[in-house]
Nanobody, 119 residues
C-alpha cells in the first residue's frame, strides 16, 4: 500500500526558511514526485516537481526560493523554501506523479498535506 506522509509545516515569519519532508512508504524513490499547495480560496497548484532522472521544475512564484530534493535514504522527498512570504501560506501536499509535471491532473497519489503559515 503506497502512502505519502508530509511533515515540517508550521508558522514562520516572513523572510524565514522552512523545509518540508515527505516520507514515502510502499515504494522507494527515485520516482516522479512533486509538491503542490492550496492557498486560501484558490485551487491546488504545483510548486515543484522532480523526475526520476533528477530533473526539476518550479512554479514561477517560487523559482529561486525553493529547492526540491530526494533524501539519500531514497524514501524521503524534501522541499526547502527560503525567503517565505505571507502569500506562501497554505496547505502543502506531497504527490507521486505519473511524470514530471506541475499540473494536478498528473498526480497519481496525494499526501494528506501540511499547513504552512507565514506572517
Amino acid at each position: 500500500h503506497v502512502q505519502l506522509v508530509e511533515s515540517g509545516g508550521g508558522s514562520v515569519q516572513a523572510g524565514e526558511s522552512l523545509t518540508l519532508s515527505c516520507v514515502a512508504s510502499g515504494y522507494t524513490l527515485p520516482m516522479n514526485m512533486g509538491w503542490f499547495r492550496r492557498l486560501p480560496g484558490q485551487e491546488r497548484e504545483g510548486v515543484a516537481a522532480i523526475a526520476k532522472d533528477g530533473k526539476t521544475d518550479y512554479a514561477d512564484s517560487v523559482k529561486g526560493r525553493a529547492t526540491i530534493s530526494e533524501g539519500v535514504a531514497e524514501t524521503t522527498l524534501y522541499l526547502q523554501m527560503n525567503d517565505l512570504k505571507p502569500e506562501d501560506s497554505g496547505v502543502y501536499y506531497c504527490a507521486n506523479l505519473y511524470f514530471r509535471s506541475l499540473e494536478t491532473r498528473h498526480v497519481r497519489i496525494w499526501g494528506q498535506g501540511t499547513q504552512v503559515t507565514v506572517s
